[in-house]
């Protein structure tokens, strides 16, 4: 089996079939274009306030209390990272872990 042929199973709560037990399968390649084909940024503001600094953005962080920005996300990389708590990922990741365990195909849905 070749790389470019691996897929990836994802369980999805909002689809009967798979709330059966019937996994979905997406290829990684399919992953990896709604990855490119999202800004980050445009995904975050929507949930946390940011503000530019430097090539990043800056705002408090949306999974844990605080007073003082640790939370940074970088449109070049399209990542997320929060230096208080730790989580980072990528946009479906962020989605995933804001609205409390989303599974991926869903919150690929809503990127």
Do not use: W
């Not at 199973?9 to 909002?14: G, I, M, S, Y």
């Not at 037990?21 to 940011?50: F, M, N, P, Q």
């Not at 003082?68 to 990741?93: E, H, L, N, Y």
């Amino acid at each position: 089996m070749s790389p470019d042929s691996r897929i990836r199973v994802l369980a999805v709560d909002d689809h009967p079939l798979l709330r059966e037990g019937i996994a979905a399968l997406i290829a990684d390649e399919t992953v990896l274009e709604v990855k490119r084909s999202v800004d980050i940024y445009e995904i975050v503001s929507g949930y946390v306030s940011l503000k530019r600094a430097g090539a990043s953005y800056k705002g408090l962080c949306p999974f844990h209390e605080e007073k003082t920005p640790s939370f940074i996300v970088t449109p070049q990389r399209q990542t997320f990272k929060c230096f208080g708590c730790g989580k980072g990922g990528d946009a479906i990741s962020f989605v995933m872990a804001r609205e409390n365990g989303l599974k991926a195909l869903s919150s690929a849905r809503t990127v």
